[in-house]
């Protein structure tokens, strides 16, 4: 067999997909409406939300937050997986977005036990570090998928919102591989590069990362845990 690419990722992606992610009319409607809206498709696939979902029920968390909202395709699968009692915090830059995440989210019946920070993330982490409610709180799971230059400050602040045995999930860390071209000139994957040399100087994380194939093509998740 030659080597499979785009095509076979796509039907295998569809066969995992048919197998184990339901059809479900709350994501159907928000992919529906993201498109309505003209939101850019760069949400997590089914089978990767379901890997989100699993890694929230896995770790029992019971606080979750997302850096990069768009239309909250990731978010519902997350939130889906807490406790009635558990809480996600979600930082979204564009409004509209925001608009497009909330009415999805109410759609799912996910409203409650979600917020939404609209602005630029490194902002509204600040107003989460030191809002009376926010102070000295901590996540048992962080998402990170909003701009890629932005990886190295989201690492930081991740560290600060850490606790030992949080997970922190990066998206998008492969790239189609342009993550090795050192000479890059896009900032994107410098940015993403320059994350992945801090987990790996960073004594307080053990981590990973794991190259994924399917719909959406060839890319990849960074895996830390907080030792200390
Ligand atoms: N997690 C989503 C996809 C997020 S796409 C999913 O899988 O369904 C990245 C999002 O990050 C976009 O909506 C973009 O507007 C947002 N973003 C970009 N720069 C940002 C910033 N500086 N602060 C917060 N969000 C940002
Ligand atoms: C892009 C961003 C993402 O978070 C993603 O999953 C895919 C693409 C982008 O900015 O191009
Ligand atoms: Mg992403």
Request: zero cysteines; a negative charge.
């Given at each position: 067999m030659k080597t499979p690419g785009q095509a076979v990722w796509t039907k295998v992606d569809r066969y995992f997909g048919d197998l184990l992610v339901p059809i479900d009319d709350a994501l159907d409607a928000a992919l529906k409406a993201n498109e309505k809206g003209g939101l850019p498709q760069i949400d997590v696939t089914p089978l990767q939300g379901k890997f989100l979902e699993f890694l929230v029920r896995a770790i029992g968390a019971r606080r979750v937050l997302e850096i990069g909202?768009?239309?909250a395709y990731s978010t519902i699968w997350m939130a889906r997986a807490l406790p009635a009692d558990g809480r996600l915090v979600t930082l979204e830059l564009e409004p509209h977005h925001a608009n497009v995440a909330r009415q999805n989210l109410e759609k799912a019946g996910m409203a409650d036990r979600v917020e939404i920070l609209v602005g630029p993330a490194t902002e509204s982490l600040r107003i989460l570090e030191n809002t009376g409610a926010g102070r000295g709180v901590t996540f048992d799971l962080i998402f990170i998928d909003a701009d890629k230059q932005g990886y190295p400050e989201y690492l930081t602040w991740a560290l600060k919102l850490s606790r030992p045995g949080t997970v922190i999930v990066a998206d998008n860390v492969v790239r189609d591989g342009e993550?090795?071209?050192?000479?890059?000139?896009d900032p994107r994957i410098q940015g993403v590069r320059r994350f992945v040399e801090m987990v790996a100087a960073e004594p307080r994380l053990s981590a990973t990362v794991l190259q994924t194939v399917g719909e959406k093509g060839y890319d990849g998740f960074a895996l830390a845990v907080v030792l200390s």
């Amino acid at each position: 067999m030659k080597t499979p690419g785009q095509a076979v990722w796509t039907k295998v992606d569809r066969y995992f997909g048919d197998l184990l992610v339901p059809i479900d009319d709350a994501l159907d409607a928000a992919l529906k409406a993201n498109e309505k809206g003209g939101l850019p498709q760069i949400d997590v696939t089914p089978l990767q939300g379901k890997f989100l979902e699993f890694l929230v029920r896995a770790i029992g968390a019971r606080r979750v937050l997302e850096i990069g909202t768009l239309g909250a395709y990731s978010t519902i699968w997350m939130a889906r997986a807490l406790p009635a009692d558990g809480r996600l915090v979600t930082l979204e830059l564009e409004p509209h977005h925001a608009n497009v995440a909330r009415q999805n989210l109410e759609k799912a019946g996910m409203a409650d036990r979600v917020e939404i920070l609209v602005g630029p993330a490194t902002e509204s982490l600040r107003i989460l570090e030191n809002t009376g409610a926010g102070r000295g709180v901590t996540f048992d799971l962080i998402f990170i998928d909003a701009d890629k230059q932005g990886y190295p400050e989201y690492l930081t602040w991740a560290l600060k919102l850490s606790r030992p045995g949080t997970v922190i999930v990066a998206d998008n860390v492969v790239r189609d591989g342009e993550v090795i071209d050192e000479k890059s000139e896009d900032p994107r994957i410098q940015g993403v590069r320059r994350f992945v040399e801090m987990v790996a100087a960073e004594p307080r994380l053990s981590a990973t990362v794991l190259q994924t194939v399917g719909e959406k093509g060839y890319d990849g998740f960074a895996l830390a845990v907080v030792l200390s």
